[in-house]
C-alpha cells in the first residue's frame, strides 16, 4: 500500500491540544508533532523577523520546485 505525508497546521484551544496529540497517535502515524508559535506580532514590528520569514518561504519553495523537477523527470 502505497503512503502518503501530510502535513498541516490547526488553530486549537490549548487545554485540548495532548488530547487531540493523544488521538492522532493513536489512530495515524504521527511522524512530527509540534506546538507552533504565534509569531504574527514579531512579524508586523520586526522587520529582520520578516525578511527571515520570506527567504524560509521562498527557500520551501525553491525546494518543492526542485523535487517535483527531480521526481517528474
Known amino acids: 500500500m502505497e503512503t502518503t ?3 498541516t497546521t490547526i488553530e486549537m484551544d490549548a487545554h485540548s491540544v495532548i488530547a487531540f496529540e493523544t ?3 493513536n489512530n495515524v502515524k504521527v511522524l512530527d508533532f509540534r506546538i507552533v508559535p504565534d509569531t504574527s506580532d514579531l512579524y508586523e514590528k520586526d522587520t529582520a523577523f520578516k525578511k527571515l520569514s520570506k527567504a ?3 527557500a520551501q519553495l525553491e525546494r518543492d520546485r526542485y523535487y517535483n523537477e527531480v521526481r517528474n523527470g
Open 5 to 7: 505525508k501530510i502535513n
Open 56 to 58: 524560509v518561504k521562498t
Open 23 to 25: 488521538w492522532l497517535k
